[in-house]
């Protein structure tokens, strides 16, 4: 079966700092990856997504990701992290054909001013 | 662009009471899907509309039910309310499809179960 996996419940970095969130999905195929993040008491908004093409893929608010076919990874990656970072952050699969769309469990971010 | 708006933003029920919720996708988009989500379980996908059909379904109980109207705006409808229904419930909308492109997702219904 499909699923998602986000290793780290909470992450803590200090403000500057680079950051790396880690996202491991389970499918037969290459997948749809898409990282969202959500701010207390919102919704989720598009961080960036991965369909095909050049593994390193750019989103928004300076974040980008790597999609690694042998490792089943999309990890999620930001040089310097800022403190408006602090939220949580989902990674998920879109399983083409099924009309399947699995999301991870999150991983919540602190950033220590 | 006007983005993916629900109503109402936040909600009360008492055990055994129904509730209907709406989300309207941005203009376009054809599919609607609703997700809820809770603190113990995460990010669960109920059901997926296009074109007024629903495509798709989570692991829900019967009393969790959808329809998407002909200018896809969809309703999600809960029956017999139960304490455990207390989450926010997303509503998220997409050109094609969930699993073919990305989602945009409205800002969520807070519903409480009292």
């Known amino acids: 079966a499909q699923s998602v996996t986000q290793p780290d419940i909470h992450i803590t970095v200090s403000e500057g700092a680079s950051l790396e969130l880690r996202c491991n999905y389970s499918?037969?195929?290459?997948?749809?990856l898409f990282w969202y993040v959500q701010s207390p008491g919102q919704g989720l908004q598009l961080l960036l997504k991965?369909?095909?093409?050049?593994?390193l893929v750019q989103g928004i608010k300076g974040f980008e990701a790597e999609f690694k076919r042998s490792q089943s990874s999309f990890n999620l990656r930001k040089p310097s992290v800022h403190w408006s970072d602090a939220a949580e952050y989902f990674c998920?699969?879109?399983?083409?054909?099924?009309?399947?769309?699995?999301f991870g469990t999150g991983t919540r971010l602190k950033v220590l001013a | 662009k006007a983005g993916v708006t629900q109503t109402p933003r936040y909600l009360i029920k008492t055990r055994g009471q129904q509730v209907t919720l709406s989300c309207s996708p941005i203009?376009?988009?054809?599919?609607v899907s609703w997700y809820q989500q809770t603190p113990g379980q995460g990010l669960q996908f109920l059901f997926e509309?296009?074109?007024?059909?629903?495509?798709n379904k989570g692991n829900f109980p019967g009393r969790f039910s959808g329809r998407q109207f002909s200018n896809s705006r969809s309703e999600m409808n809960v029956s017999t309310l139960e304490l455990g229904d207390s989450a926010l419930y997303l509503c998220?909308?997409?050109?094609?499809?969930?699993?073919?492109?990305?989602?945009?997702f409205g800002p969520g219904t807070r519903l409480t179960v009292t």
């Open positions: 991965y369909f095909s093409g050049d593994t």
């Open positions: 203009s376009g988009h054809r599919s």
């Open positions: 509309y296009f074109s007024e059909t629903q495509r």
């Open positions: 499918y037969g195929a290459t997948p749809y």
């Open positions: 998220a909308s997409s050109l094609n499809g969930a699993s073919s492109g990305e989602q945009y």
């Open positions: 998920a699969v879109g399983v083409g054909g099924t009309y399947k769309y699995i």
